[in-house]
């Protein structure tokens, strides 16, 4: 899923990939509060989309205080399939918007 530059320059074996990955999912299933399976997806926004390259954001039914409230993450067409290029998760982003203070 992720593209050449969210790929690590070393390679990890197999057990060490999984085990990984283990982790990574039981660390989002306890900040989420549901297994990984059970979240249902409920849309889709694109933006910036050209023939090679572009922005997607799933929406999730679930709370944004959970969610987040910034998970776009651009994609590139790479070895004849669409990859992660920002190296975003595509869940629990957050930003801040900018604003003015009174004194």
Known sequence: MEGAPCLSTTTANSTVMESYLRGTRAAMEHHLGAPLGSIRITGVQVRNVTAT???????????????????????????????????????????????????
Not at 69 to 90: E, F, I, L, M, R
Request: glycine fraction near 14%; include cysteine.
């Open 53 to 103: 390259t572009g922005d997607a954001e799933v929406q999730y039914a679930l709370p944004t205080s959970v969610v987040g409230n910034d998970n776009w993450v651009s994609y590139g067409y790479q070895g004849g399939q669409w990859k992660v290029t920002n190296c975003h998760a595509p869940i629990g982003g957050e930003s801040q918007s900018a604003s003015a203070s009174t004194p």
